[in-house]
């Protein structure tokens, strides 16, 4: 009998330990879905805001426009985004980056062809084409000197186009292409049309000045 009770205590607790491994297993598996799910509302709600930022600009953010424009509850914008601040910071940071992507393609093209200033055009010119770069440009620069967090952003990315700029022109060069870039742009905001390529090749190519490199 005592034999017996052994062998069935001994089943049992075999029992509950594959009982308690599928347990942990199946809690596992329901957070690793709830964490998916969270980046997955987190995500979209992010890119709902980048286009209301884009077509109404920055200012019109609200977390219940986001949530209608995502399909999310309310709720959870406000879960992710705190504050207008943070959602501002989220749809701007998404669209810079798009427009840094812009800048390395840039660059890439200038190491495979070469830094011409027909090459800077016609990069300009397909990011002119583009409405939600435009419209992202615009937006950070209409929002940028009114909150602090989205300066930072702004000069950041400032600095970036100035850096790549300046590995194949003069500083300031790089600093009057940039300026008439940004002139451009607002250009294009205003009147929905981007310019002409042929003006602007020969606007950049009269202030491109290449970098002179010196030897020993």
Not at 76 to 84: G, K, M, P, V
Request: aromatic residues 6%; hydrophobic residues 45%; contains cysteine.
């Amino acid at each position: 009998r005592n034999a017996l009770t052994a062998e069935a205590e001994t089943k049992r607790k075999a029992l509950e330990e594959q009982l308690n491994a599928k347990l942990s297993a199946s809690e596992a598996t329901i957070r690793q879905r709830t964490e998916a799910a969270m980046g997955n509302v987190r995500s979209i709600a992010g890119e709902a805001a980048a286009a209301i930022v884009v077509e109404l600009g920055p200012d019109a953010l609200t977390h219940r426009k986001v949530a209608a424009r995502a399909g999310v509850p309310l709720g959870s914008t406000t879960q992710y985004f705190a504050t207008l601040d943070d959602l501002r910071a989220a749809a701007l940071s998404s669209l810079i980056l798009e427009a840094e992507q812009w800048l390395d393609a840039l660059e890439e093209t200038f190491v495979r062809e070469g830094a011409s200033p027909s090459a800077y055009a016609a990069a300009v010119h397909r990011y002119l084409c583009d409405p939600q770069l435009v419209g992202a440009d615009f937006a950070l620069t209409c929002a940028a000197p009114l909150h602090p967090g989205l300066k930072e952003l702004s000069d950041r990315w400032a600095a970036d186009f100035a850096e790549t700029l300046e590995r194949y022109v003069t500083p300031e060069s790089a600093a009057a292409v940039g300026m008439f870039t940004d002139g451009a742009t607002m250009h294009t905001t205003l009147t929905g049309q981007p310019a002409d390529p042929g003006l602007l090749d020969r606007a950049i190519t009269a202030l491109w000045k290449p970098r002179q490199e010196t030897t020993e």
